[in-house]
């Protein structure tokens, strides 16, 4: 396949595109600034603008672009951005794509652009599949807009998967980084209560299910990028303590979570989702680690 990938530098890009590579297909990447490498084409998604010629020969995009989530309060002007880069770049390939398929309607193509569990809001206890609904907190919004993007893309007759991703457990992963740094040095706890569900996927998995999907014809729509096995914060702190060699003793309260992180404190660290990946394990994908401490221990041996 010829295969067109945003945000390839990202943590999921960075792995992506030589996974892909490896099995033989051939990757374009579209970057926002000027290309240095003859496989990189100029888009600007800030401005709706693309070349759809780019996308004519390509039989797949994965859209993986946007601001990344940080653990920081939510100002005005990150929420735009948050939101913006993420609805301005999905939207933009969508019409591309939309484009190239009115020209010729007979060719398949796919779509799998990023999403994310946050969709769902605090579910709390309750098992969640794809088939549940929308949350109301500010992630949850921003993950519906995210998905209605692709909308034009669909509409034109492009296989659409929207890929809702968990808590990415790899090497370089921002939450390895921290915890790990913290759990080292023996401060780390349960964060809150420690009952909210932390939805999780290694980084291998997440890969493995971008490349199943690209040829898993009968798949469209959500699909939960998770681990099978999602945990608790407590069971997830215990089993990094575990990994470290380091205990799990010191707790955060959550009025400090609150005060320190604002909403990204209550919706991403407080609040969770126990979400399960039901399609994808219908469509038949087999996870590298579908455990916790596998996907851990391969993030840190490595790290």
């Not at 790990?180 to 932390?198: D, H, I, K, N, P």
């Not at 205990?247 to 979570?257: G, M, T, Y």
């Amino acid at each position: 396949m010829k295969i067109a990938v945003t945000g390839a530098s990202g943590l999921i890009g960075n792995a992506l595109v030589p996974a892909l590579r490896a099995d033989g297909h051939e990757v374009i990447r579209l970057v926002r600034r000027t290309p240095r490498t003859a496989d990189e084409h100029r888009w600007e998604p800030q401005h709706h603008s693309i070349d759809a010629t780019l996308l004519r020969d390509v039989d797949a995009v994965v859209n993986l672009a946007g601001t990344p989530i940080r653990p920081r309060p939510f100002t005005e002007g990150y929420r735009r951005d948050v939101l913006g880069s993420r609805v301005d770049s999905t939207r933009t390939l969508s019409e591309a794509l939309a484009t190239v398929a009115a020209e010729e309607p007979g060719r398949r193509r796919v779509l799998l652009s990023a999403s994310a569990v946050g969709y769902y809001g605090d579910t709390g206890d309750r098992v969640t599949d794809e088939q549940g609904p929308a949350g109301d907190d500010f992630l949850a919004r921003v993950c519906v807009q995210w998905e209605d993007a692709t909308r034009p893309a669909a509409d034109a007759g492009v296989r659409v998967a929207t890929l809702r991703t968990g808590l990415v457990i790899g090497r370089g992963a921002m939450l390895v980084r921290i915890l790990g740094t913290v759990f080292r040095a023996g401060l780390g706890g349960r964060m809150g209560s420690g009952r909210q569900y932390w939805p999780w996927i290694g980084l291998a998995d997440e890969v493995g299910a971008i490349r199943f999907l690209l040829t898993a014809d009968g798949v469209s729509g959500p699909v939960n990028l998770t681990g099978p096995d999602p945990v608790t914060n407590a069971d997830f702190v215990r089993d990094l303590a575990r990994a470290v060699h380091r205990p799990a003793v010191l707790p955060v309260p959550a009025p400090v979570i609150r005060l320190a992180l604002g909403e990204f404190g209550r919706s991403s660290v407080l609040a969770g989702q126990r979400a399960v990946p039901a399609k994808l394990q219908a469509a038949g994908y087999r996870f590298t680690h579908p455990d916790l401490p596998a996907a851990l221990r391969d993030a840190l041996a490595r790290g």
